[in-house]
C-alpha cells in the first residue's frame, strides 16, 4: 500500500487480502493501548500497538500486545539478530512515512515486522489503520500475511526490582 492515509486504498488492501476486517470509527484521539482498551470495551491484552523500530541500518516494525509492559529492546535485539535495535524518534517517523504519534497502521508500511506471539491468544486485534479517526480490527494472524518478512516472536518485556515484567 503506497499511501498509508487513503481510507479506500486501506479498505481496497484488507479486502484483497481476503481477511475479514472491520475499519471502526473512533470519535476520541487514542493515544494508548489503554485508552483503546476502554473505548472499545475490550481486554488491553488484544490491543495491537504498532511501533516502528530503528536498527543499524533499516527500519522495522513491531506489533505487539497491549498487554505485554515495556518492551527490552536489548534482549529483542538479541534474540532478532538486529543490531543498535531502538524505537525510531518521532522525527524519524514523520520523515520517513509522513506518520504523527498514535499514527503507526497494523500494515502498509513495507517493513520487515515482528508480531508478538500474544496476540495470537485472540480472535480479534485492535490497531491503529493509518487514519487517527479509524481502528482496525482484523484476526492477529493476519498481520503475519499483510506484513512483509513477517516474523512470530516472543517480545521480552523490561523487569523491575522484583523481577516482574513492568507495565508501560
Request: negative net charge.
Amino acid at each position: 500500500m503506497s499511501d498509508v492515509a487513503d481510507p479506500s486504498a486501506i479498505r481496497m488492501a484488507l479486502t484483497a487480502s481476503g481477511f475479514a476486517f472491520e475499519l471502526l470509527e473512533n470519535r476520541v484521539r487514542l493515544k494508548s493501548a489503554a485508552d483503546g482498551a476502554a473505548y472499545w470495551g475490550i481486554s488491553l491484552g488484544s490491543t495491537a500497538p504498532a511501533l516502528v523500530l530503528r536498527a543499524a541500518d533499516r527500519f522495522l516494525l513491531l506489533i505487539l500486545s497491549g498487554a505485554g509492559g515495556k518492551v527490552d529492546f536489548q534482549a529483542l535485539a538479541h534474540r532478532t539478530g538486529e543490531k543498535g535495535l531502538r524505537m525510531a524518534t518521532p522525527g524519524e517517523i514523520r520523515d520517513r512515512f509522513r506518520l504523527g504519534p498514535g499514527e503507526v497502521p497494523l500494515f502498509g508500511l513495507d517493513l520487515p515486522t515482528f508480531v508478538d506471539r500474544r496476540l495470537l491468544a485472540h480472535d480479534h486485534v485492535y490497531g491503529g489503520s493509518g487514519i487517527p479517526e479509524l481502528t482496525l480490527k482484523i484476526a492477529p494472524g493476519a498481520l503475519l500475511v499483510l506484513n512483509r518478512e513477517s516474523r512470530l516472536i516472543d517480545v521480552p518485556g523490561l523487569t523491575d526490582e522484583n523481577g516482574r515484567e513492568e507495565i508501560a
